[in-house]
């Protein structure tokens, strides 16, 4: 089974320079996270993802320049989306080296191909070739990408609790964490799905943050 959720992002520091920002924390050198807006994404949305990054991960976050989506992510199998893998390895092609991970943030639905444990398409196959996603992002990076379609109102506190969560979430992989059996922890498995994505808490547990502390 696919290791989950993914990002990767474009380069162009709408507010930055070429110098490596960093803060210190204890010690241990901080992650700098660009977000990257594809496609029209409202302000209060990329403050949010934004907050999460800085709060969550303890990282700087960096905002860059909005960008078109690919046009080689577009599929119309079921419906018009753009596909989540292609999105990340674009990002992860355009990721400058002066920032560790980048996330794409885009109001378009995105999508993957679920497979099973043998590798084959989950079935059934008609539902599952073109599996519409929150979020998708692969453990070790680096970068990943994070849908709003399915999130709900776009305004509610439920929206932005959401959000955030799969952007913790999305991005915990990218740093190398893969899920985790407590199912208040952000990282829980199927935190993809709305019902468990709410039951969960919107920070890593002291596993997992003990986890991330180790891999820095
Ligand atoms: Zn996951
Ligand atoms: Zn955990």
Redesign the pocket.
């Known amino acids: 089974m696919r290791s989950a959720i993914a990002c990767i992002a474009f380069f162009l520091a709408a507010c930055g320079t070429n110098e490596r920002p960093r803060q210190q924390n204890s010690g241990v050198e901080a992650p700098v996270i660009a977000i990257q807006p594809l496609g029209e994404v409202p302000t209060a949305v990329l403050d949010s993802v934004r907050a999460a990054i800085s709060r969550e991960h303890g990282a700087t976050a960096l905002l860059f320049a909005r960008r078109n989506l690919p046009p080689q992510a577009y599929i119309n199998v079921r419906t018009p989306r753009h596909r989540a893998d292609t999105l990340i390895a674009w990002l992860g092609s355009i990721k400058p080296d002066s920032v560790d991970f980048v996330i794409g943030i885009t109001q378009q639905d995105i999508s993957t191909t679920k497979y099973d444990s043998n590798g084959a398409i989950k079935e059934p196959a008609w539902k599952y070739r073109d599996f519409g996603i929150f979020g998708l992002g692969y453990v070790g990076g680096p970068s990943c990408v994070v849908s709003t379609s399915r999130l709900g109102d776009g305004k509610s506190v439920l929206f932005f609790d959401r959000l955030k969560k799969v952007v913790v979430h999305e991005l915990g992989h990218d740093r190398k964490?893969p899920h985790?059996p407590?199912l208040s922890?952000?990282?829980?498995d199927a935190v993809e799905r709305l019902s468990s994505m709410d039951e969960a808490d919107p920070g890593?547990?002291g596993?997992?943050t003990a986890r991330l502390r180790s891999s820095q």
């Open positions: 964490l985790c407590n922890c952000v990282m829980r890593f547990c596993e997992c």
